[in-house]
């Protein structure tokens, strides 16, 4: 690339914007220090956001920003929109966090410095990275707007709604926006996302519905909210509310509406939202890619997951974890212990997300010895502490091969309480074992727990009478009446008819057509010599 020196700052933000490589940043760089313009705050600003939003490239930028003798509130505001951008795209949380605490470093030298002051563009982006480390310092932070004249405005207002949404302060929340002079779909959307977040989709549902204008976040955060909580059949639905609208769906919104179709089994809706990505250009994304091979591999189609896996290029930890983590639950452990192995091999290091998936397949395939290894390799070589879902991988590993003083050993270790699941996959690994002496400690853990939920006494009553002690069953009958514990739920059903859902309990006659159901079961049995 060749500059003159007489190149105008017109000129020198053209040839910027069709630059691509750092090759061409650095010429660019090295002619405006030869011009005498690397004094220029302006054109500092200009190579800042390129490095960092073009080229992805935040350590050169910051290299911009510490070359600045005295940067001004733009260059202040430049970096801290590229470390809040950052951790916003970051691979992991640790990642995120880190730019979010750099972000946050930069303003308290801000603050030292005493100029430049910070001022309303300076104030939501710091609140932003804020909320990503703790909601003390998004309250720190809020004061000293409030002390700087800056409370007022609303842009900050609505980043200190976010922030205090991000960490579950409903309440808090709500007020600021209750108190907002005007409110716009930013502010709306922060408050939805909140509610969804906070496991309140109902009043997320509310809300969103009576929102004035929606633009793609908003139905991205509805979406995302109600995957996120279960709600997978009305993310899907919102999702076609969306396109039939008007709107067009962004990477975002794709994953999200994957993850439904996913965990719902629905692979031809699946299918149907892989090719509308494909003919509108949605852009094929990690976010995306990692979304297709998840969806694929939940609904079963393995060779349609691991089809799209070999065709990333530069695939994340994400990638690889989703197709672990496919293959473990469809029961395919050799291969998704290979598929780690490859990881490996290519340098990728594991993460939490990693080791459950494969801990899982070494549980499905009976991999005691493979998972027990795994789950040391985990700690000692990858300095990963065990959460409760890999205690919970492992206590079921041991427990389906029978080594229940192993798996008691195991909870005796660790750093975390037992929960209600691991107990009773303990208790259900007694059951298939016969291990009665186990299966009453599990039983008295779990009643600890949920002292009402009869479903464990049933339980152990199966346990006595697959090892034929009749006493102790007359024992546990007498106990559940004697205790009145509560009865077992009954079995549920679902069935469609002509695109209408219905649903069915045992012994249920709530139904408007219940005469004629029963009726029509009667003669069903009759038919069958039942």
Known sequence: MRCSPQLSHRDFVAVLSRCSTRAHLEQLHAHAFVAGRAAAQTTTFHLIRFAAFRLSCLTYARHLFDATPHPSVFLYSAILSAYVSAAATASSYAHAHAHARDALALFLRMLRHGRPAPNQFVYPLVLRAASGVGVGIVKSIHSHACKSGFCGHDIIRTSVLDGYSRHGMMADARKLFDGLTERNVVSWTALVSGYARAGKVGDAIVLFERMPERDVAAWNAIIAGCSQN???????????????????????????VLSACGHLGMLKIGKLIHC???????????SVLNGLIDMYGKCGNL?????????????????????????????????????????????????VVTFVGLLNACTHGGFVDEGIRYFELMQHEHGIEPEIEHYGCIIDLLGRAGRFQDALNVISDMRIEADEVMWGSLLNACRVHRQV???????RKLLELDPNNANYVV????????????????????????????????????????????????????????????????????????
């Not at 290979?338 to 993460?351: A, I, Y």
């Not at 002496?437 to 039983?443: K, T």
């Not at 009865?487 to 309990?505: A, M, N, Q």
Request: aromatic share 10%.
């Open 230 to 256: 279960g709600l997978f059949v009305e993310a899907v639905g919102i999702f076609g509310r969306m396109v039939g609208a008007g709107f067009r769906p962004n990477a975002t919104t794709v994953s999200c």
């Open 276 to 286: 509308y990505a494909w003919r509108t250009c949605v852009g094929f994304g990690s």
């Open 303 to 351: 060779e349609g997951a691991r089809w799209i896996f070999d065709e990333v290029s530069d695939r994340s930890l994400t990638t690889w974890n989703s197709l672990i983590n496919c293959l473990a639950l469809h029961g395919h452990s050799k291969c998704a212990i290979s598929v780690f192995n490859e990881m490996r091999g290519e340098g990728v290091e594991p993460d």
């Open 437 to 443: 002496e186990f299966a009453e400690l599990a039983i």
């Open 459 to 530: 339980m152990l009553a199966n346990v006595y009478s697959e090892g034929g002690l009749w006493e102790e069953v007359r024992k546990v009958r007498k106990f559940v009446k004697e205790e009145n514990i509560g009865k077992k739920l009954p079995g549920c059903s679902w069935i469609e008819v002509d695109r209408k859902t219905h649903r069915f309990y045992s012994g249920d006659d709530a139904h408007p057509e219940s005469e004629n159901i029963y009726d029509t079961l009667e003669d069903l049995a009759a038919s069958m010599d039942l």
